[in-house]
């Protein structure tokens, strides 16, 4: 059972456009929500973090739109580039227990020049 | 500064043999990680190190062990390897522990793929 439900699992979007990669949960003790972005043949890297105190987190043209009601978060990216082509990871986490940090399936980005 | 490192890249193994991946950072992160990632699966949580001398099971530990070395060296030994532990492994590390209440970014390795025949 994936305790994170990542969407779309593949996603192409023109230059210039707006990429939405949406992710949902099911256990409200989460905590912090991390984005990760990992490029072929490499580890993931840490792009973007939210808590659940605030409802967006805005870092260049990544954005995180959280929605504690409907437990649901996503990451948009804006005026998406080639550059931007690679998988990106939804993941949550509670701090007490760290056996509880879960990734989603990730989401394979590919912008069109 | 290297980061996170691990050996080998790729390894290929037959059903039964055993292996040990090494994995070391050298930013003076407390806590180290080792994660699979398969298709269609996300990473999973294999194992993790809090600090040097403690380790601890994560969702996927069976047929793995671990090894905290000194606080730069994480290693993860497979004592029979089947076809199942296929996959991409990676090792990441982190300043503070995982229950440390603040935003925990992981740093990543470059990942081993194992193949398991």
């Known amino acids: 059972q994936q305790q994170v439900k990542q969407s779309p699992q593949s996603l192409i979007v023109q230059k210039g456009g707006i990429s939405i990669i949406n992710c949902a949960y099911e256990?409200?003790?989460?905590?912090?929500f991390p984005w990760y972005q990992q490029f072929p043949g490499k580890g993931p890297a840490l792009l973007i973090a939210i808590r659940p105190d605030v409802s967006e987190k805005k870092e260049g043209r990544f954005t995180i739109s959280f929605n504690k009601s409907a437990k649901q978060f996503s990451l948009h990216i804006m005026d998406s580039q080639p550059g931007d082509s690679a998988t990106y990871f939804c993941a949550a986490s509670y701090g007490n227990n760290f056996n509880k940090f879960y990734f989603g399936s990730g989401t394979k980005l590919n912008v069109k020049p | 500064n290297a980061g996170v490192t691990q050996t080998p890249k790729f390894q290929v193994l037959k059903t039964g043999q055993s292996m040990t991946l090494q994995c070391a950072q050298d930013?003076?992160?407390?806590?180290m990680y080792w994660y699979r990632q398969d298709p269609g699966m996300g990473l999973r949580l294999i194992y993790y190190s809090a600090s040097e001398g403690t380790t601890d099971k994560g969702e996927v530990p069976n047929g793995y062990n671990v090894s905290r070395l000194n606080k730069r060296e994480f290693s993860l030994r497979l004592e029979s390897a089947a076809p199942s532990q296929t996959s991409v492994y990676f090792c990441a590390s982190s300043v503070h522990p995982p229950w440390a209440g603040v935003g925990n970014e992981q740093y990543f390795g470059p990942g081993t793929r194992l193949t398991v025949t």
């Open positions: 256990n409200t003790a989460f905590d912090y």
């Open positions: 930013m003076n992160h407390n806590s």
